[in-house]
């Protein structure tokens, strides 16, 4: 069966490109793992909660150090939140991710969705090639370098 209704992109392919090598590019300095997950609404009330969900349904908390992180984007609800294992968690607290997530917040006021997705994996990334550095032959990519995308 198919919907006679044509799905909303949030993003071109280039953006979407885009996305994707900032991603790798900033993996292969850390053993961390970052994952996104755009869609249109919230089904939950709060905005944390559904990135809790949301990770653990990506099965993200089966990294081997605990390190992954999960950026939530909720396009017309205009939400975002991270969600940061408790490997990475333990290293930086509630502070960081606020203030990453503020960043972002300023960019998508002005209409630059992309751009703020990548100055976030920019940063986090920053803290995870810190607390978290790339171990030649002990490291793999343990979780698909894509944008995920839900309803």
Request: proline share 2%; with cysteine.
């Amino acid at each position: 069966m198919f919907s006679i209704f044509k799905k909303k992109r949030f993003l071109s392919d280039a953006e979407n490109k885009r996305i994707v090598e900032a991603l790798k590019a900033t993996e292969l300095h850390t053993s961390g793992e970052i994952r996104i997950f755009i869609e249109s609404r919230n089904p939950l009330v709060s905005t944390l909660e559904r990135a809790m969900s949301v990770f653990f349904e990506l099965q993200m908390e089966k990294t081997q150090q605990r390190n992954a992180v999960l950026l939530y984007i909720a396009v017309k609800d205009k939400e975002v939140a991270l969600f940061g294992d408790e490997g990475i968690h333990q290293q930086v607290g509630h502070e960081f991710w606020n203030q990453q997530v503020q960043q972002m917040v300023s960019l998508f006021k002005e209409n630059n969705l992309t751009d703020g997705i990548v100055k976030c994996l920019d940063e986090v990334g920053k803290v995870l090639v810190e607390k978290f550095p790339y171990q030649e032959g002990l490291d793999k990519n343990e979780l698909p370098d894509e944008i995920v995308f839900g309803n």
